[in-house]
């Protein structure tokens, strides 16, 4: 029977094609729409991630309650012997020290006066380690524009347009005046090594990358840092086993009543995360579930009007003597056929395109460039598991009841009104 009717859909065009069409737009707009949003709201949190917060968070409870101020005042101290513990405890996520800064960058002139002075935000991280991964976790390698990465403790990467700004070149030389970890004040030359284009303009506008240990000794922070981020080992962040890691270290290491302590957290609960946890699966889902109800809207018409208009067709196989429940089972089965085709068609259309935008991306950077949300500039899709079943919904079932709600005309036709349509 199956085979009977996929040959008739083959054969006549005309009953099939149109049809098989619209199924394929719907389910590939649908799976691309899907792949888009999950890719940029997933690239939001992981960016964050990266640059700031981890997938978890050690810092000392009183940098915790301040750390909008980057009180490098408040950092922790012996950190190697508590990296060797976390290391010890949780052996299969990555453990990396970071130093947030902040101050003011000197560009001098020939004459080593002040040329051109600007507000820097700084971010200090393992950049010489042989087997550090915070070049390609924070994207250096794709970003760098002008000149090579750091090779010195004293080298630093600044923003492109913050380099411009300056009138510094790689090669040149820029002064950092900051406080260090006790208060006083540090003033510490850097040779700007290159420049990179970080691609959040927040960053753009005043950011700068060095290696930890130039700013450890800038800032009198031998052995202590402002805050260490854990990775997990997963492609996504999963907040289940991120909160497993939060509330084992607190339980051990954390006491509430020394507010030098260390404490963790996790991505979801720092600052407005947890919101934006929230609003991101609320958001995909209505935005999802809305754009999956247009299409059934669609598609449920194509299968209504399709149905419709083959009631003569039905008025000749009644006439010859073929049963109402036959042809009614003939025609569901036909659409069930047409959905199939088409949602498997337009699956692999979508996720084609879908792979297209996740490799390549488009780039919103000039509507973003007066953005101080730390976004990235080029947004980018995401194939995930749901996206090789999710057309499926809109391409098979809405179809499939346009045909059985315009079929159930069949049990109606009477046979005077057969005769005189087929006489006309």
């Keep these: 029977?199956?085979?009977?009717?996929?040959?008739?859909?083959?054969?006549?065009?005309?009953?099939?094609?149109?049809?098989?069409?619209?199924?394929?737009?719907?389910?590939?707009?649908?799976?691309?729409?899907?792949?888009?949003?999950?890719?940029?709201?997933?690239?939001?949190?992981?960016?964050?991630?990266?640059?700031?917060?981890?997938?978890?968070?050690?810092?000392?409870?009183?940098?915790?309650?301040?750390?909008?101020?980057?009180?490098?005042?408040?950092?922790?101290?012996?950190?190697?012997?508590?990296?060797?513990?976390?290391?010890?405890?949780?052996?299969?996520?990555e453990f990396v020290q970071r130093i947030n800064l902040g101050g003011l960058l000197d560009s001098p002139d020939k004459n080593r006066e002040t040329k051109k002075q600007g507000i820097v935000a700084g971010i200090a991280v393992d950049l010489l380690s042989k087997n550090s991964k915070e070049i390609d976790r924070l994207n250096i390698r794709n970003s760098l524009r002008k000149g090579r990465f750091p090779k010195k403790p004293n080298e630093v990467l600044l923003s492109d347009e913050f380099a411009d700004k300056l009138e510094v070149k790689p090669g040149g030389t820029v002064t950092l005046i900051t406080s260090t970890m006790y208060g006083s004040m540090s003033i510490q030359n850097f040779v700007v090594a290159g420049t990179i284009d970080f691609g959040m303009q927040a960053m753009d506008r005043s950011g700068m990358i060095a290696d930890i240990s130039g700013i450890q000794n800038a800032l009198d922070m031998n052995d202590a840092c402002g805050e260490i981020l854990g990775?997990?080992?997963?492609?996504?962040?999963?907040?289940?086993?991120?909160?497993?890691?939060?509330?084992?270290?607190?339980?051990?290491?954390?006491?509430?009543?020394?507010?030098?302590?260390?404490?963790?957290?996790?991505?979801?609960?720092?600052?407005?995360?947890?919101?934006?946890?929230?609003y991101v699966d609320n958001i995909v889902g209505i935005i999802i579930s809305i754009f999956i109800f247009s299409m059934s809207i669609v598609l449920w018409n194509t299968g209504l009007i399709g149905g419709l208009r083959r009631y003569g067709e039905v008025g000749v196989r009644l006439a010859?003597?073929?049963?109402?429940?036959?042809?009614?089972?003939?025609?569901?089965?036909?659409?069930?056929?047409?959905?199939?085709?088409?949602?498997?068609?337009?699956?692999?259309?979508?996720?084609?395109?879908?792979?297209?935008?996740?490799?390549?991306?488009?780039?919103?950077?000039?509507?973003?460039?007066?953005?101080?949300?730390?976004?990235?500039?080029v947004f980018r899709a995401k194939i995930t598991t749901p996206a090789y079943y999710l057309g499926f919904i809109p391409g098979l079932f809405s179809i499939v009841l346009g045909t059985m709600l315009s079929g159930i005309g069949i049990y109606k036709r009477k046979t005077a009104q057969l005769f005189k349509e087929l006489d006309t």
Excluded at 19 to 45: E, N
Excluded at 48 to 68: E, F, I, L, Q
Excluded at 237 to 251: G, H, P, R, S
Aim: charge should be negative.
């Design 1 to 93: 029977m199956i085979r009977f009717l996929l040959k008739g859909l083959l054969r006549d065009r005309n009953r099939s094609l149109m049809p098989i069409l619209i199924v394929t737009a719907g389910v590939a707009l649908t799976v691309l729409m899907f792949c888009y949003m999950t890719g940029v709201l997933g690239d939001m949190i992981e960016t964050t991630a990266n640059y700031s917060s981890g997938h978890v968070k050690m810092m000392t409870r009183a940098y915790a309650k301040n750390k909008a101020q980057v009180p490098n005042d408040l950092a922790l101290l012996d950190v190697n012997d508590l990296l060797t513990k976390l290391h010890h405890n949780y052996p299969t996520m």
């Design 320 to 377: 010859i003597g073929e049963e109402k429940g036959h042809i009614y089972r003939s025609m569901i089965m036909e659409s069930i056929l047409i959905g199939i085709i088409g949602s498997f068609i337009g699956t692999i259309i979508g996720l084609g395109f879908s792979y297209w935008i996740q490799e390549v991306g488009i780039n919103v950077g000039d509507i973003l460039k007066n953005s101080k949300m730390m976004v990235p500039s």
């Design 231 to 278: 990775f997990l080992n997963s492609q996504n962040y999963d907040d289940i086993q991120a909160m497993n890691v939060e509330q084992t270290f607190n339980k051990k290491y954390s006491d509430e009543d020394d507010e030098f302590s260390p404490v963790m957290t996790r991505l979801k609960n720092e600052s407005m995360m947890s919101d934006y946890f929230d």
